[in-house]
Structure formats: C-alpha cells, structure tokens
T-cell receptor, first 117, second 114 residues
Framework: GENVEQHPSTLSVQEGDSAVIKCTYS??????FPWYKQELGKRPQLIID?????GEKKDQRIAVTLNKTAKHFSLHITETQPEDSAVYFC????????????????FGQGTILTVHP | EPEVTQTPSHQVTQMGQEVILRCVPI?????FYWYRQILGQKVEFLVS????????KSEIFDDQFSVERPDGSNFTLKIRSTKLEDSAMYFC????????????FGPGTRLTVL
C-alpha cells in the first residue's frame, strides 16, 4: 500500500521567513495530494491540494509543487505569520489492491510549524 | 457553509464496553470515511463507505469495528469491545462524489478507554 514520509517533524521560523515541508510517497498510481493544517484539538483543514497532472499550484502565500518522477511534493509558505503555527500534514490518495480508488488518504507523520513573532 | 458534524465530542468508556460514534456528513455527499488519530501521531485511515457498503478498510478495522448508515443522514462507527489502545481522536469525513477529491473532516470525537 501507499506510504507517505514527511520531513521535517518540527520547523521553527521567524515571522516573515519562508517555510518548506517535504513529503515523499511510494505508490506511483497516487493522483491527488492534499495538505491539511491542524490546530491544537481541532479538525484537519484543507489548505491546498494538487492533482498529479499539475506540477505546481499557488494560493496567495501558499504553494505546492509536485515531482511525479521523484514521487515527492512540497508545501511552501511565504511571509509566515504567527497564525500559521500549527501541525501540517501531507497526504496522498492512492488505490486499493484491486487498483480502484475510493478516496482513501494516507497521511504523513506531520510537521509542527512554529512561527516566532 | 455546510460542515460535517460529530457526536459526542468526548466519550469515556470502560475497557470491554461497546461505543457508537456518530457522524452527520454533508448532505449531498456520497463517500464517507472514518480516520483515527492517536495523540501526537498522524491521522490513520480506518474505512471508506460508498453506496451502502464498505469499499475499503485498513488492517486496524478488524472484527471489533463496524460502520452503518442507518438512515439518510447519519453515519456511525461502532467498536464492540473497546481496548485501551482504541483511545484516540476519531474523525469522520465525507466527499461529494468521484469527481471531487476534497474530503471534509468533522470536528472529531475523543474516545478515552479506561
């Protein structure tokens, strides 16, 4: 099955700096890669996603890049603000043993991002 | 904006007891999921449900677990005989249809097994 590895596990930056979080996946059939932000005790919230037919996607200060050949994708946050502090999870949507996808998401281990004022 | 809702927010139970966690997915969504997150760890897939049947389940989802959509709105996760290691946050999620990738998560139920 799909395996997603995420690095780093913790990331500390100064306000205004950029933050980059990287993930690798194992199943070349995976075709959808969302990023979730989770604040303490809250539900995961989708912040950006990318499909496998796209190499890059940007939404204001957040961007995601995908390298299908290398099977890795990255989250880029520019001009970080203290309210960006949270746990960020990457995920990949893969297929089951029969090759069908019902939307199962496999998550990375998470990155605790701390933005210092 | 429609949201996935879950009840209760926190459930405390004794080991060996049965618990039922309830979810109300977004009304026009067709795919439903349960995930769990042990404190401080990553979110793990449990089961997906589509067209009134389980479409995929993980190794975690053994015979002690079951899911049901008893009516047109609720989606439940039952754990028949809880173990200490079932203590976790359980998230329900729903997705609109096969052409839509985004999964919307509920606020979670924190299950504590004593």
């Amino acid at each position: 099955g799909e395996n997603v590895e995420q690095h780093p596990s913790t990331l500390s930056v100064q306000e205004g700096d950029s933050a980059v979080i990287k993930c690798t996946y194992s199943d070349s059939a995976s075709n959808y890669f969302p990023w979730y932000k989770q604040e303490l005790g809250k539900r995961p919230q989708l912040i950006i996603d990318i499909r496998s037919n796209v190499g890059e996607k940007k939404d204001q200060r957040i961007a995601v890049t995908l390298n299908k050949t290398a099977k890795h994708f990255s989250l880029h946050i520019t001009e970080t603000q203290p309210e960006d502090s949270a746990v960020y999870f990457c995920a990949a949507k893969g297929r089951n043993a029969g090759g069908t996808s019902y939307g199962k998401l496999t998550f990375g281990q998470g990155t605790i991002l701390t933005v210092h004022p | 904006e429609p949201e996935v809702t879950q009840t209760p927010s926190h459930q405390v139970t004794q080991m060996g007891q049965e618990v039922i966690l309830r979810c109300v997915p977004i009304s026009n969504h067709l795919y439903f999921y349960w995930y769990r997150q042990i404190l401080g760890q990553k979110v793990e897939f449990l089961v997906s449900f589509y067209n009134n049947e389980i479409s995929e389940k993980s190794e975690i989802f053994d015979d002690q677990f079951s899911v049901e959509r008893p009516d047109g709105s609720n989606f439940t996760l039952k754990i028949r005989s809880t173990k200490l290691e079932d203590s976790a946050m359980y998230f329900c999620a729903s997705r609109q249809g096969w052409r839509f990738n985004e999964q919307f998560f509920g606020p979670g139920t924190r299950l504590t097994v004593l």
